[in-house]
């Protein structure tokens, strides 16, 4: 029995990069959101206020969420460059290498901006254990499940 499609690389890459694009735009959106809240931060009254350590944790998020922001937007970038040269098997697996690199920045990004959300309103030492439950959470769904269901049931 023959299992998968019967599609030449090109057909096979342009249909890997509908659905990559999809699922980019799924995680552009969320951390272009948060990257913008992040950014309101300093400019309120409340950060005036904040502790040393809270300021920090505070710019590390900043910076994994621009970081995060680069990574998702890169293959936007990278297929408007590459577009038309033949090459779009080869922009598929840099724009997957992209993505993959800004869900564990949007991860970094989402641990950071929780923590300190919870340091400030909390002020309670179970911060850091909920924080680690909820990144154990997103591990489990992003990457742990995915990565042991293509173990499971492929065979490459």
Do not use: N
């Not at 098997?89 to 993959?100: E, G, I, K």
């Amino acid at each position: 029995m023959r299992r998968g499609r019967d599609e030449t690389e090109e057909e096979r890459a342009d249909r890997m990069w509908q659905e990559l694009i999809q699922e980019v735009r799924v995680a552009q959106m969320g951390v272009q959101i948060l990257f913008g809240f992040l950014l309101t931060v300093v400019f309120t009254p409340k950060y005036a206020t904040l502790e040393h350590t809270d300021r920090t944790i505070y710019i590390v998020t900043v910076v994994l969420g621009a970081a995060a922001t680069g990574a998702l937007i890169g293959p936007v970038s990278l297929h408007r460059l590459v577009s038309g040269r033949r090459v779009k098997p080869q922009a598929v697996a840099w724009a997957s290498r992209l993505t993959f690199v800004g869900l564990v920045l949007l991860l970094a990004t989402t641990a950071a901006s929780l923590l300190l959300i919870l340091r400030v309103a909390t002020h309670d030492g179970a911060v850091p254990w909920l924080v680690t439950g909820v990144v154990a959470w997103y591990l489990l769904c992003w990457f742990v499940l995915p990565l042991w269901t293509r173990h499971r049931y492929t065979t490459r």
